[in-house]
């Protein structure tokens, strides 16, 4: 079956700091893969996607390569600002099989401290 | 900006009891989805909806639950005899198309609480 793995947080970083979270995944198709952000109080909210390889996804500072070699789509942003606190998913849609559900990992809680 | 809503925000319930959690969709999108996410695990994918009927569901989405679209705006998901193991924190999406590249949009949740 599908899954993906994210890096344990919580994650606590200082302003202006790089970030990098990690995910790899297993998948039986070619999946496409996104980055969804939970802020608090609120709903997922898609930040970025890549649908083939070597697509690089990119929004608000922040990107996410599409590796099939490695089976990887860290996450990475330059320099964090208190804003950007919250909840990190990594998650597929392979939709080979007719499937359109997301299959999350499991999140990582950035904290960005001033 | 159309967004996702969802009612109410906590439920707290007795075990064998009867919940029905509320979902009201962006109005243009046609899928509707529900999820759930336990304390500390993984956001789950429970079902999909589209034009009156389930698309695909997990293996999670057993015969104790249910999904309705009862009108034009509202979706809602059933427990019908709710059990100590279905609290969890219950999303609803919404999309245009079934598709990767379009969107889902998430509500913010509704945490269930079985007492």
């Known amino acids: 079956g599908n899954s993906v793995t994210q890096m344990e947080g919580p994650v606590t970083l200082s302003e202006e700091a790089f970030l990098t979270i990690n995910c790899t995944y297993t998948a039986t198709g070619y999946p496409s893969l996104f980055w969804y952000v939970q802020y608090p109080g609120e709903g997922l909210q898609l930040l970025l996607k890549?649908?083939?390889?070597?697509d690089k996804g990119s929004n608000k500072g922040f990107e996410a390569t599409y590796r099939k070699e490695t089976t990887s789509f860290h996450l990475e942003k330059g320099s964090v600002q208190v804003s950007d606190s919250a909840v990190y998913f990594c998650?597929?849609?392979?939709?080979?099989?007719?499937?359109?559900?997301?299959?999350f990992g499991k999140g990582t809680k950035l904290s960005v401290i001033p | 900006e159309p967004e996702v809503t969802q009612t109410p925000s906590h439920q707290v319930t007795q075990m064998g009891q009867e919940v029905i959690l509320r979902c009201v969709p962006i109005?243009?999108?046609?899928?509707f989805y529900w999820y759930r996410q336990i304390l500390g695990q993984k956001v789950e994918f429970l079902v999909s909806f589209y034009n009156n009927e389930i698309s695909e569901k997990s293996e999670i989405f057993d015969d104790q639950f249910s999904v309705e679209r009862p009108d034009g705006s509202n979706f809602t998901l059933k427990i019908r005899s709710t059990k100590l193991e279905d609290s969890a924190m219950y999303f609803c999406?919404?999309?245009?198309?079934?598709?990767?590249?379009?969107?889902?949009?998430f509500g913010p949740g509704t945490r269930l609480t079985v007492l």
């Open positions: 109005s243009n999108h046609l899928y």
């Open positions: 998650a597929l849609i392979d939709s080979g099989a007719g499937s359109y559900q997301l299959t």
């Open positions: 999406a919404s999309s245009e198309e079934a598709s990767p590249y379009n969107e889902q949009f």
């Open positions: 890549a649908t083939k390889a070597d």
